[in-house]
Every structure is written in C-alpha cells, then in structure tokens.
C-alpha cells in the first residue's frame, strides 16, 4: 500500500516559516476552504495552522543550539484519531494513506484532538470543524500540474531543501532512502500510531574552509598616504575628515 509522507531533516531547517506561510496560503485559496484568522493583531490572537514550527535552545551554555522543528499531521498508518470520530469524519485514505477530515461530516466534538497524541488538529472556530494537514492532497494528484510541482506546498515553498515528499512504502524513493542512510526517525513510536512523517536528526560537521579564504586581502582600491584620519581635537562630524 502507499503511504504519502513528509520526511523533514532537521540539520538544515532554519525555521523561516516559509512553510508556515505558503501552507496557509495554499490550503486557504484551496479545497480545505478559509483557515480563520481571529483578532490576527489583538492582544489575543486565534488563528488556524495545518502546520507550526517549534524553536527551541537545547544543551547546556555555552555548547547550545537552536532547533527549529517543523510539526503537522503525520498520517499515522494506524491513526488513533479515525476510530473515535462519532460520525465517521476523520478518515485515512486506502490509496495514499493520507489521513482527511470531511468537513461536511464533522460536528467539531474534538474527540480526534484528544485522541492524538502529537496535538497537531485544531478546531477552526468559525466553522466549527477540525482541521489538520492534507498533505495537499488537491494538488499532489492534479494532473494538470507539471510533475515536478505535484508536491506540498511547504515543499515546494522550503528554501533549503529540510521537506522531502514521498511513498515511505517505496523503498527506492527519496524519503526512504533519506530515512534509511540518514537514520530517520518517527516521533514517539512507542505508541504504536506508526507515524508516516519521518524526521532526519541534526548531525555535526566540520567547517568546510578554503584557507585563501580567511586570509586577510589588501583593499585593491587603497592608496597609501590616503587614508582617511581624524581631524585633531576631538571627534569629527560626518564627512569632516583630513586627507
């Protein structure tokens, strides 16, 4: 069976948001309808996200590092959010494994926002349905797309390259062989929800420097005898200098 999933490799996510940004921008102009934004700017704002980025300092000063660490549903491929939908509106997909919310079904009782156990569902308050990342399902099978943009938008969107997409049940894709030579890992497997995302662990490197590089160069453009010097007495103003 095929199971669509993001594989996001934390070595080089520099928590921009512009996954943040274009999710929201896709999936709102998009079949997923409005994702409300509540007092936007207010002192107590409410907005809806299919997807976050977490930052974070880890270690100990002065040997620490900023994570930045994308989250969103991760299609489990037993997802504990399906079973307990009282009217059958979270669903996950036979042909994809893609886990969806039919909002014409939901009645916005938050059982599935109990039930996981990554808290990546939220209610849209206008609405009154849960929502969660579809992996843009609308786009990913719209034949009218070049092949190459048949993809998320928080992929397509990521200017470094940390969100891989693919069939982790192929062995021969991207993201399998990115979580089987990088050592990919799923968040919290004892929990048996089996979760489709994957993420690539930070993992340190030596600085890569060419020594013509760090050695200091003369300003081609200097003149000896024409530095610029202050004027005597105190502190010059600007453009008030001796030649």
């Known amino acids: ?22 999710c929201k921008q896709w999936n709102t102009s998009g079949t997923a309808g409005s994702l409300v934004d509540l007092q936007a700017y207010g002192a107590d704002p409410n907005g809806t996200f299919f997807n976050r980025v977490q930052s974070f300092e880890v270690g100990e000063y002065p040997e620490t590092q900023t994570v930045h660490f994308p989250k969103s549903c991760l299609h489990c491929e037993d997802p504990p959010c399906v079973p307990v939908c009282p009217t ?9 494994g893609i886990v969806l919310v039919d909002a014409d079904k939901c009645i916005g009782c938050k059982y599935c926002a109990w039930a996981c156990p990554y808290g990546v ?26 092949v190459a943009e048949r993809k998320p ?9 940390a969100r891989l ?27 048996g929800t089996q979760p489709a995302n994957h993420y690539l662990p930070r993992r340190r490197t030596d600085a890569q420097t060419d020594p013509l ?4 160069q003369r300003n081609p453009l200097r003149v000896e005898g024409r530095e610029p010097q202050p004027v005597a007495g105190g502190t010059p103003l600007s453009g008030d200098w001796e030649h």
């Open 1 to 22: 069976m095929t199971q669509l999933a993001l594989v996001i490799d934390l070595n080089v996510c520099v928590g921009c948001h512009a996954c943040v940004t274009s």
């Open 165 to 191: 997409f693919g069939d982790i049940h192929d062995p021969a894709s991207v993201v399998s062989s990115a979580i089987r030579e990088r050592g990919g890992y799923a968040l919290m497997p004892e929990l």
């Open 88 to 96: 059958g509106a979270s669903y996950k997909r036979a042909e994809d």
């Open 121 to 146: 569902r939220e209610l849209d308050e206008k609405r009154q349905v849960m929502t969660k990342c579809t992996l843009c399902v609308d786009r990913i099978h719209d034949q009218k797309l070049p």
């Open 153 to 161: 938008a928080c992929v397509m969107a990521c200017p470094t390259n």
């Open 213 to 216: 590089q760090v050695v200091k």
